[in-house]
């Protein structure tokens, strides 16, 4: 069965939400970003659980990276990675090839490190889950704890949108928009009602 259950940029569920894009300003001066999406179902004869142990574990929202891994074997050009072990940046093949050895990765934005006959690129600082806080209302958002996974309840029933409040702290990072998060519920379970 396909999984209705999805996240959600309005709270009449009528708008997918397809990534979550923050702006951090020339200066470095941005504020942290303040979202508001929606987790659910249009369709009311359906429910979500965790699968793990259906109506008594709770569902869990977490911040995960929105940027792959990268892995060994075929490398396309222009793929953007990070790598296995997070530095706090991503990177860009500058050409196709197979990927035997994970490089030793620099952290300068611009420099370039070629392995296994493929160089990559620093192309800019990544944002980790660690710099996001979930809440389920506003007021948590200033004392919820960064990275921390957001119990939304043992079940959640479709045409029910839950608001789940996002920030994302800029820190530090260069200019720019970023889309390196995404919201995911793991272990999730869809069963008819």
């Known amino acids: ?13 009528a708008g997918v939400l397809t990534q979550i894009s923050s702006q951090q300003l020339v200066d470095g001066s941005s504020a942290a970003n303040d979202f508001i999406v929606y987790f659910g179902a249009q369709s009311a004869s359906v429910k979500a659980e965790n699968s793990t142990d259906p109506g008594t574990a709770q569902l869990q929202v977490t911040v995960a990276s929105n940027v792959a891994d990268w892995a060994a074997g075929a490398v396309a050009a222009n793929q953007i990675m990070k790598p296995t072990v997070g530095n706090g940046y ?11 050895t994970e490089p030793a990765w620099p952290t300068t934005i611009g420099a370039t490190v070629a392995q296994d006959g493929i160089t990559y690129e620093c192309i800019d600082e990544i944002h980790e889950p660690a710099e996001c806080v979930l809440s389920a209302d506003s007021a948590g958002l200033g004392t919820n704890t960064p990275g921390a996974a957001l119990d939304i309840g043992v079940s959640v029933t479709g045409g029910v949108a839950v608001p789940i ?8 990072h260069p200019f720019g928009t970023y889309t390196d998060i995404k919201l995911v519920v793991p272990d999730l379970l869809q069963s008819a009602i």
């Open 1 to 13: 069965m396909a999984i209705d259950f999805k996240f959600w940029a309005d709270a009449g569920l």
């Open 90 to 100: 991503k990177y860009q093949a500058q050409g196709s090839g197979t990927a035997v």
């Open 165 to 172: 409040y996002l920030r994302v702290d800029q820190g530090a």
